[in-house]
C-alpha cells in the first residue's frame, strides 16, 4: 500500500509474455513462496489473458501469503492447492507445467539454491517452465545484505512520511524499524550466475536478461533488501528438457 515492496508488477510485462510460452491449455502452475497473493494474481491474469484453465498451486514455509492467496483464489472463483512447508524439501508432486516466484533467491544462501534448483526440476513435466525475477547486487560480499543503522531510520522515515499521506497508522513506524532490522538476504551478483544455477540442475535458458523494475513499482530512494531502489534485476525462462 506505501509502494515500498519489490512485487510482482515490477515485472508485469516479464511475466505476461513468459506465459505465452507455455505449451498446455490446463497447465498446472506451482507459485513457489511468496510474501502475499501478488504472484499468485498476476501468474493467473497471465492465464486468463491467454485462455488457460490452470490449476494452481502454492508452496510456503509461512502461512500467512497462504492463506492471503487462499482469500484471493476465493474473491477470484479459482481454487488453490496450498502447502506449508519448505521449499528445500523435495516434496511429492511432481507434474507441474509453470514453477513461478519473484525476488525468492536472497532467501537463500548459495549453498542452498541448487538444491531449491533441483527440486523445481524435479517437480517440472518435461517441457515445463521455471519464470522468475530476482535482484542482481554486483560486487557485493559473501554474506547476506542487510539494513545499517542508518538506513534502518532512514526507512522508518520513509514509512512514516508515506503513512500519512496515506491516512495509515503512524504506528507503522514500529513495525517497519522491527522490519528493516530483521532483514538478511543473501547476494545474487550476476545473470552468469544466475545461468550457471540453472544449467548446472539440468535447465535450458529461453529467456535471459536485466532490467530494473518498472518506473513507479518501488521507492528508489534507498537501496536495501526488499525495496526496489534502482537495482537491476535478472528475468529468466528456464525450460525442463
Known amino acids: 500500500m506505501l509502494g515500498l515492496g519489490t512485487t510482482p508488477a515490477g515485472h508485469a510485462d516479464f511475466f505476461f509474455h513468459a506465459f505465452e510460452s507455455v ?12 510474501a502475499d497473493y501478488a504472484m499468485f494474481a498476476y501468474a493467473l491474469a497471465a492465464c ?25 483464489g476465493e474473491r477470484e472463483s479459482t481454487p488453490l492447492r496450498t502447502m506449508c512447508r519448505d521449499l528445500l524439501e523435495p516434496g511429492d508432486e511432481p507434474g507441474y507445467d509453470v514453477i513461478c516466484t519473484q525476488a525468492l533467491l536472497g532467501y537463500f544462501s548459495p549453498q542452498h539454491r541448487p538444491r531449491l ?49 496515506a491516512s495509515l497508522a503512524a504506528e507503522l513506524a514500529v513495525d517497519a524499524q522491527r522490519y528493516a532490522s530483521r532483514q538478511a538476504h543473501w547476494p545474487v551478483r550476476s545473470t552468469e550466475e544466475v545461468r550457471a544455477l ?44
Open 117 to 165: 534448483i533441483a527440486n523445481w526440476h524435479r517437480a517440472l513435466r518435461p517441457g515445463g517452465l521455471v519464470v522468475t525475477a530476482n535482484r542482481l547486487r554486483p560486487g557485493a560480499a559473501d554474506a547476506p545484505a542487510v539494513f545499517s543503522a542508518l538506513q534502518v531510520e532512514e526507512f522508518v522515515q520513509i514509512v512514516l512520511h508515506k503513512a500519512r499521506a
Open 198 to 241: 540453472f544449467e548446472g540442475a539440468g535447465f535450458r535458458i529461453a529467456h535471459l536478461s536485466c532490467a530494473p523494475m518498472a518506473s513507479g513499482a518501488g521507492e528508489a530512494q534507498l537501496n536495501v533488501p526488499t525495496v526496489a531502489g534502482s537495482a537491476s534485476y535478472a528475468r529468466i525462462v528456464a525450460i525442463k528438457p
Open 48 to 72: 486468463r489473458a491467454r485462455g488457460l484453465e490452470a490449476e494452481f498451486s502454492m508452496i510456503d514455509w509461512c502461512e500467512t501469503p497462504l492463506m492471503l492467496s487462499r482469500w484471493y
Open 23 to 34: 505449451a498446455a491449455r490446463r497447465p498446472r502452475v506451482l507459485i513457489a513462496g511468496g
